[in-house]
């Protein structure tokens, strides 16, 4: 208990993974906030540990659900790509100090809080839907690296593998997949940084519950609320909490 004995730590902590809860239910791109918020009150090689434990669980479930629809061909393409970025993401991680790791992973929430505000006002950026394998291994590199420092792996993958048109299931499966082998990847990684030990395993393992309960509640919520608005609502802080995460960062 010693990572959640402070009440504000405990109640961000509480807040990041129902996060990653609602997101699993269906608020897709919502989990990218987990990290950045539990960073407010941790370093953020501690922040990642902590909910990487929850993320295979939850992996355990979406994998199982989805374990007979998914595109071997983009995930032959992807995963070694990913390989690489998550060691590069080990390598920062290892060079650097927390402050610049906090800059970092502000970054990298900002810029994906202002792509999302973007894409919700219907702007583009997508690879070609013909685009060759070797390309979806450039953008496994930036999945693996960003999924590593972050927990925020999805925009990438969504850049290429969206406008290859994969039937939804098909879509969902790879993605499941894909992030699942991401997540066991950095499991000897966050290891080696001494960030994934007993502490983060326990406060893991008390926050898993949450993480059950606001799935199942997402599911319900989704459909009566407004989608649209509270995307808009969501992105903006984003962008907010990438922005303080940055100013910490170079303070």
């Not at 583009?124 to 070797?134: I, K, L, T």
């Amino acid at each position: 208990m010693e990572l959640l004995a402070n009440p504000a730590t405990l109640a961000l902590a509480v807040l990041a993974v129902c996060v990653l809860g609602l997101a699993k239910g269906g608020f897709a791109g919502l989990g990218v906030l987990g990290t950045p918020l539990l960073a407010l009150a941790m370093p953020p090689t501690v922040a990642v540990a902590v909910l990487l434990p929850v993320l295979l669980v939850q992996d355990v479930v979406s994998v199982w659900s989805f374990r007979k629809s998914w595109d071997g061909w983009v995930i032959a393409w992807m995963l070694p790509g990913a390989a690489v970025g998550v060691a590069l993401g080990t390598v920062l991680a290892a060079a650097v100090s927390e402050q610049r790791l906090l800059l970092v992973l502000g970054l990298v929430t900002l810029v994906f809080g202002l792509y999302r505000l973007w894409v919700e006002r219907g702007g583009r950026f997508v690879a070609a839907s013909n685009s060759p394998g070797w390309v979806g291994s450039l953008f496994g590199v930036a999945t693996g690296f960003t999924s590593q420092v972050a927990h925020a792996g999805g925009p990438p993958f969504q850049i290429w593998v969206t406008p290859r048109r994969l039937p939804h299931e098909a879509y969902i499966g790879t993605s499941s997949i894909v992030f699942a082998a991401i997540n066991w990847m950095k499991v000897p990684s966050y290891v080696m940084l001494g960030a994934l030990n007993r502490q983060t395993l326990i406060a893991a393992v008390l926050l898993m519950p949450l993480a059950v309960i606001s799935t199942l509640l997402a599911v319900r919520v989704i459909r009566r609320l407004d989608t649209a608005r509270f995307y808009t609502i969501i992105y903006t802080l984003m962008v907010l909490l990438g922005g303080k995460l940055v100013w910490d960062g170079l303070g």
